[in-house]
């Protein structure tokens, strides 16, 4: 209520996210044991049926995010991804397109999602509606929408460092025809 919106990821994920908590009104939530995975809707599910390309979540969670799925390790916790050198990274690195494993592992055999022209990648491998960046509302569960855009100045960009996209933002230099669209409207590649 009051007019103010968030994508349907955030709705009973268990964080209020409105100002007045309407977002997690009516919610059922439910504790999942060791061998289960919770779905951001708060449903259960074997964890053998996280990222095995058939959705069993009701909000289709279990598939979003999951590049190649990732080995388990004893020595990390759930909310870690281990490297292949043991060490552990937060799983919201792995297939992030940066490698944080000292060996690179997180980013080896990584399969992301195709977006068509008029969506965008989320790091996760979600696609959004391209007109959903950088809107300064986070659509993608990893919040990745919402980073390097840029600011929007008062008027020109800094000489030298920064670029003009189309719709008055800004971005470093560096992003440009790096393969990676950061303006809102892809002018930068």
Same mark, same amino acid.
């Given at each position: ?59 289709? +969670? ?7 799925? /990732? ?17 552990? =990274? ?8 940066? /490698? ?7 980013? =080896? ?14 790091? +996760? ?28 100045? +008062? ?25 990676? /669209?950061?303006? /809102? ?5």
């Amino acid at each position: 209520t009051g007019g103010h919106y968030i994508s349907t990821v955030y709705v009973c994920d268990g964080t209020e996210d409105c100002q007045d908590g309407s977002d997690e009104q009516d919610c059922v939530y439910s504790n999942c044991n060791n061998n289960t995975w919770r779905c951001h809707s708060g449903q259960c599910i074997s964890i053998d049926r996280r990222c095995d390309l058939i959705p069993d979540c009701l909000d289709q +969670s279990d598939e979003q995010g999951c590049g190649k799925k /990732p080995s388990r390790d004893p020595r990390c916790p759930d909310s870690m991804f281990t490297c292949n050198n043991k060490q552990c =990274i937060n799983m919201l690195f792995y297939c992030d397109f940066t /490698p944080h494993c000292s060996d690179s592992s997180d980013e =080896i055999s990584c399969v992301y999602s195709n977006c068509n022209n008029n969506t965008w990648r989320c790091h +996760s491998g979600q696609c959004i509606s391209i007109d959903r960046r950088c809107d300064l509302i986070p659509d993608c569960l990893d919040q990745s929408d919402e980073q390097g855009c840029g600011k929007k100045p +008062s008027r020109g960009c800094e000489s030298g460092y920064y670029i003009k996209c189309r719709g008055s933002y800004c971005i470093p230099v560096n992003q440009v025809c790096d393969g990676r /669209p950061d303006c /809102p409207e892809q002018d930068d590649e």
